[in-house]
């Protein structure tokens, strides 16, 4: 059945949820997100997700057929990253947060964490937390000072997830402090896996004992997450996934991600992040030139914390780009000092360039974020602003085709004969145009 065929099913058996995918496909093609975790899914990925193959499921090691799936993941994970051992049988990163808590700890076990993070996954599970953040003065991460606060508490886990954090940490400082006190080390690499995927930016696999990512947003694969830890922490990491029952997975979302690893070693996927980097350091130095102070000093990555001027609002910030047609993310992001929050919008590059965006278009983007943070816009140059930002995005697809590695695609399997390579060429256009609309 053809997709319109398939809409027009959908409208009249069901006009509810007809009008929901229609206002979030509105919402997402004619507005830009700067949203760190709303880089939109590859859709050979979401092609394979909704193949056939969703009609199985994969529980506990049953079928061959099945199983090899999920040995590929894992194999792809581990050769990407460098891993001894990967888990990559987890429906998200909530759960592959409890599965690691679950491995590593005992109850009563102190877990020292940048920002608190992880603590909103341990509903029911009796650990203690402690804060460590980026010192206020600074903006940056003290490391010493972090030493000196493992040296106190004793943790028996240190957590580190650059969630809100530009910088380039120094993980062999951290790995050291961990040695130090007899602590694991579990870094949540986050939105910046593709980053490290590409070798664009430092990577713990190394050093950490545990590393954690989601494998939609930057991978741009289905909702999912996967583990990776040293060889002698996976046995009790494997039985952790089956304790928390984390034992069934559709077949298709195991094989979306396998594409999704095998898409993230390729050239054309280093050239993405590539394009990422040089787009928020763009977008940052931009904001800068038109006053917006920026958290951190800046950025290494993809992320930018953009902070309201005094006296703006960030809410009343988030509601005004909105309506100017960006989405973005409102963060209140803790410090060393426990009663010192410091406000920003955490912005992100990654859909941006998933979309086409590049370093020359983050100056329209620019004009808007700058205009509505110093709290000095009028309604004529808000409506001046959102005609600009529709006007950067109304021929950008939701994933730009030159993330697609559409020419692999053409040449696959070429027949010799000139009648066979004619043939041959009409379908490979065929499939690049179906691919290239999926998502416009």
């Known amino acids: 059945m053809k997709k319109e065929d398939l809409l027009n099913h959908l409208k009249a058996f069901d006009p509810e949820v007809y009008t929901f995918l229609q206002d979030e496909s509105h919402r997402r093609r004619y507005a830009l997100s700067l949203i760190p975790t709303e880089s939109a899914m590859s859709p050979l990925a979401a092609f394979i997700e909704g193949s056939a193959l969703a009609n199985s499921t994969l529980e506990m090691y049953g079928a061959t057929h099945t199983s090899s799936i999920e040995e590929l993941v894992r194999t792809r994970a581990q050769e990407l990253f460098g891993s001894e051992h990967a888990v990559v049988r987890l429906g998200g990163i909530a759960a592959a947060s409890r599965v ?24 029911g599970l009796n650990f203690h937390f402690e804060n460590y953040g980026i010192d206020p003065g600074l903006q940056r991460v003290d490391w010493d000072e972090v030493a000196q606060i493992a040296e106190r508490i004793k943790p028996r886990l240190i957590v580190f997830s650059p969630v809100s954090y530009p910088c380039i940490p120094n993980y062999e400082h951290l790995t050291a402090i961990a040695r130090s006190v007899g602590a694991y080390l579990w870094v949540d690499i986050g939105q910046c896996v593709g980053l490290v995927a590409a070798g664009l930016i430092p990577s713990p ?18 909702e999912g997450a996967i583990l990776l830890c040293k060889k002698e922490l996976a046995p009790q990491l494997d039985a952790a996934v089956t304790n928390t029952g984390h034992t069934a997975l559709h077949t298709s979302r195991l094989a979306a991600l396998a594409f999704a690893l095998h898409a993230a070693a390729q050239p054309k996927f280093r050239a993405y ?15 800068e030139k038109r006053g917006t102070a920026l958290l951190c ?14 006296g703006v609002d960030l809410m009343d910030a988030v509601h005004t780009l909105a309506q100017i ?24 590059t990654l859909n941006p360039t998933t979309r086409g965006l590049t370093a020359g278009d983050m100056e329209i983007v620019a004009d808007a974020l700058a ?13 001046a602003l959102r005609m600009s930002i529709g006007k950067l995005i109304m021929d950008k697809p939701l994933f730009s085709d030159k993330w697609m590695n559409l020419d692999a695609m053409a040449h696959a399997d070429c027949p010799v004969s000139g009648e066979g390579i004619a043939v041959h060429t009409h379908a490979a256009s065929e499939r690049r145009n179906i691919l290239k609309n999926l998502f416009q």
């Open 205 to 222: 696999v190394a050093c950490a004992d545990v590393v954690s990512f989601p494998t939609n947003d930057s991978l741009r694969g289905p």
């Open 273 to 287: 992040g590539e394009q990422v980097l040089t787009n928020s350091k763009a977008l940052a130095a931009a904001l």
């Open 371 to 383: 205009g509505v943070l110093s709290g000095s816009l009028s309604e004529m140059q808000q409506d």
């Open 100 to 123: 690691a808590l679950l491995g590593l700890l005992q109850p009563g076990d102190t877990v020292l964490s940048f920002n608190l993070r992880k603590q909103e996954h341990c509903a």
């Open 325 to 348: 047609g960006l989405y973005v993310k409102p963060d209140r992001i803790p410090t060393m000092r426990a009663a010192f929050m410091l406000s920003a919008l955490r912005l992100s």
């Open 297 to 310: 000093g800046g950025t290494e990555t993809h992320l930018v914390l953009a902070a309201p001027a005094p």
